[in-house]
């Protein structure tokens, strides 16, 4: 129906509400994803990041507005998301190796068992995040960092197109951080990548383009031009958020 | 020595502990893993109510509690959703009104309530053999729904956010493991009565876990364990003439005080 125009968008959200009782979470947000796009959400905790990427696979329905994941809803779209939730939601005590944690990703429905090709897969997602040799360990010997690739892992073992990562770099070292960035670097040239974050200085140097989200959009686009949006939504608190380590967001002109 | 065997009282006791064990070692798991502990309480004392319309209306009340108890699960998964009350609000109402309606039915029973104590407290060297094939079926049940559904009771209680992002409908499974509760509660009535069910539903999986860190091997380490333990608990209890759900309790109690002490200071696992 819209051809050529539509079928390049990832995601597209027009004019899209969410709200809890009467308190709007996310208001009047309009934002399309791209084959290949590398898009950093940032904006303070409670500002509906993680909602937004609820919504976008389906798990939260919004009260207006449209959404639209692979030209079909939400829900028909999961199988072609790859998600890391915020690590704090997990089990780390379940009686689970990293194997099967990975294993888990290539769910495939109901009395559907697993097959030669979701174990090729799961070794692949290990060996992409360097988390082979761990294999047959259980999660709760495991180390934050560790625990979060594995959980990259699982959602790469998805073999997704689009993938959103939940406050990926939060609980993974610092001289882990880079490394991860690279493994990004690489695996976006198979899918689009979108990644939520509170801190700012971390994402700017890698990613491709910023949406600033306060439970409004406050820009939206390359990194030199949307950076000017964060104060906004961060409503000129911004140096609050540098203070410790300061960091240049914006490339010398 | 080991004459007691020959009852045929004794036999279904014996009976009675293993298809008990298998159970508790395979929904107590889940139980444990997915935290639902209070939640199995309120549906096991809310099965009271099945117990008293079976009364009221003269049938066997374990065939009775089997609807009423998975109602009382389902209403637990849906409602406390839907209305706008904390799942521990929810638990407490069907906890007490549950018990509440069993009482009434009774009170409305001409004449005196046989055996009500066993409902109550359990009684495994009554168990009939009737009741002994309605164990077994629901045994098989919880079985086939545990192989069928191992994916998704796996991933529900591992990450449940994560699940939803899979596809799996988690509220559906989540209701379908709160079945599960309700049939196994039917399985331990008999044996240690609504009051006491929850111990079982619980330590046989608690003192597993520190062992193993395999779900299908905590499960049959469970099954075992119960088995040993409840025998234990049966014999204690027919040689010392004391109630024999309480027995069976307080000996499974009793193991998870030793193994976890133990392995902190002998062992320092």
């Known amino acids: 129906m819209y051809g050529d125009l539509m079928s390049s968008n990832v995601v597209s959200i027009k004019n899209m509400s969410y709200k809890i009782r009467d308190n709007y979470i996310l208001e009047d947000i309009t934002l399309s994803i791209k084959n290949n796009d590398f898009l950093a959400i940032i904006g303070p905790n409670g ?6 990427l609820k919504i976008i696979m389906g798990l939260l329905k919004p009260d207006a507005g449209s959404v639209s994941v692979f030209n079909t809803v939400p829900e028909e779209a999961r199988g072609k998301i790859g998600y890391l939730p915020q690590i704090t939601h997990l089990e780390s005590d379940f009686p689970i190796n990293v194997f099967d944690t990975v294993m888990m990703g290539r769910y495939n429905g109901i009395f559907k068992d697993y097959a030669d090709k979701d174990e090729k897969y799961v070794m692949e997602s290990l060996e992409a995040v360097k988390m082979a040799d761990f294999k047959d360990k259980q999660i709760g010997n495991l180390s934050g960092g560790e625990m979060q690739r594995v959980l990259i892992a699982r959602a790469l073992s998805r073999r ?3 993938l959103l990562l939940d406050e990926p770099t939060a609980s993974i070292d610092p001289e882990m951080q880079g490394l991860f960035y690279e493994l990004l670097k690489k695996i976006r040239k198979e899918m689009a990548v979108v990644l939520v974050s509170h801190d700012v200085g971390v994402v700017s140097s890698y990613v491709e383009s910023i949406a600033c989200l306060n439970g409004r959009l406050f820009s939206h686009g390359p990194v030199e031009t949307a950076a000017k949006g964060i104060k906004e939504a961060y409503n000129f608190k911004l140096d609050l958020l540098t203070h410790e380590t300061p960091r240049r967001i914006l490339k010398e002109h | 020595m080991l004459d007691f065997i020959q009852y045929q009282f004794m036999q279904n006791a014996l009976i009675s502990a293993i298809l008990v064990s298998v159970a508790c070692g395979l929904v107590g798991t889940y139980v444990v893993l997915k935290k639902i502990v209070s939640i199995s309480g309120g549906i096991s004392h809310a099965a009271f109510g099945g117990i008293g319309l079976g009364y009221f209306l003269g049938i066997n009340p ?4 089997i609807p009423f108890s998975i109602l009382s699960a389902v209403f637990m998964g849906e409602i406390s ?3 706008d009350i904390s799942e521990d609000t929810a638990i407490g109402i069907l906890w007490s009104v549950g018990m509440a309606i069993g009482i009434i039915f009774i009170n409305l029973t001409p004449g005196y309530a046989p055996d009500l104590f066993s409902y109550l407290f359990g009684s495994i060297l009554t168990v009939p053999s009737s009741d002994l094939l309605i164990m077994l079926v629901l045994d098989i049940i919880i079985l086939l729904m545990v192989i069928l559904f191992r994916r998704e009771f796996a991933a529900i209680s591992f990450d449940e956010e994560f699940a939803e992002a899979l596809g799996i409908r988690a509220n559906l499974f989540y209701i379908l493991l709160l079945a599960m509760v309700a049939l196994s509660v039917v399985v331990l ?10 111990a079982l539903l619980t330590i046989p999986s608690a003192i597993a876990r520190q062992f193993t860190y395999n779900l299908p091997k905590l499960m049959l380490l469970s099954i075992f364990l119960g088995m040993i333990l409840t025998m234990s608990g049966l014999m204690l209890s027919y040689i010392y003439d004391i109630s024999s759900g309480a027995t069976i309790v307080l000996v499974l109690g009793m193991a998870f005080a030793v193994v976890s002490i133990a392995r902190k200071y002998l062992f320092n696992l």
């Open chain 1, 47 to 52: 500002g509906g990041k993680s909602t937004l």
């Open chain 1, 160 to 162: 997704p197109k689009l």
């Open chain 2, 62 to 65: 374990v065939i009775t509690a």
């Open chain 2, 81 to 83: 959703k839907k209305v």
């Open chain 2, 189 to 198: 009535i008999k044996v240690v009565g609504v009051i006491l069910i929850i």
